[in-house]
């Protein structure tokens, strides 16, 4: 198995770059290349103590199962791809998502990793609200999945 | 009719449970959704920032699939709103 995906309900369990590494290692690979995506303690001057995260969880599945698909045939066929994102409550310093990726060459290893990553965050249907020092909350913005041209 | 709309991020305000039931006339499509969706929160939640909502929300069909404004609704069908996304 070349691909692994999940959801990660944070509250019981941690996102692991250990178990990534593990996941990745070949002797075949030349590279490797590892993307930690963490709840910052900030955001627009706003001071953020966590992250929920909610997730459709049957379709988020199937976009990862795509996305790394599609990495892959754009890149390396026989490159190797981790990808867990966090789903519910985390707080500050917690991994949000963790992408690893093992491959022939350096070159092929970071296209992957960063085109995973972007392709995530336009096609998955993820969505994050904002916990502040203040006790106030926010659903954060983000981008629309309706065709561009119906959204006047 | 009635749908089910399963409601996802920003869309949860809407309900304190993860499902709203949305009262539609007979034979409405997604496009009948969105003006009810907007009748809704100018209604309830107009101080909120969901008034963008209905027109950059897409929709799933069971099959977890995009559906379009024309895609006919049936009764009782369990659809998915799917406010603008932003993980990573």
């Known amino acids: ?152 | 009719m009635e749908i089910h709309l399963k409601l996802y991020g920003s869309s949860k305000i809407l309900s304190d449970k993860d499902i709203l039931n949305v009262q539609l006339p007979n034979n409405s499509n997604i496009q009948n959704l969105r003006k009810v969706l907007t009748k809704i929160i100018s209604e309830k939640y107009s101080k909120s920032n969901l008034n963008s909502l209905p027109r950059t929300a897409a929709f799933f069909s069971e099959k977890d699939e995009v559906i379009n404004d024309n895609y006919k609704l049936k009764d009782k069908e369990f659809i998915s709103i799917i406010p603008p996304i932003g993980g990573g």
């Open chain 1, 1 to 152: 198995m070349s691909v692994h995906v999940a959801l990660i309900k944070i509250e019981e369990k941690k996102i692991s770059s250990e178990k990534a590494k593990k996941f990745i290692a070949s002797e075949k690979n030349g590279a490797e290349s590892i993307f930690v995506g963490r709840v910052r303690n900030e955001n627009g001057g706003k001071k953020v103590i966590g992250v929920t995260y909610d997730a459709h969880d049957q379709a988020v599945i199937k976009s990862f199962e795509s996305i790394c698909k599609n990495a892959k045939n754009k890149f390396d066929k026989n490159g190797k791809i981790f990808l867990e994102h966090a789903k519910g409550y985390a707080s500050v310093g917690e991994i949000s998502i963790l992408i690893a990726v093992g491959s022939g060459h350096r070159d092929e290893a970071f296209k992957i990793c960063r085109h995973v990553l972007e392709e995530v965050k336009h096609q998955s249907p993820i969505w994050k609200k904002e916990h502040y020092t203040d006790g106030k909350e926010e659903w954060l913005p983000g981008h629309s999945l309706r065709p561009k041209k119906q959204v006047k």
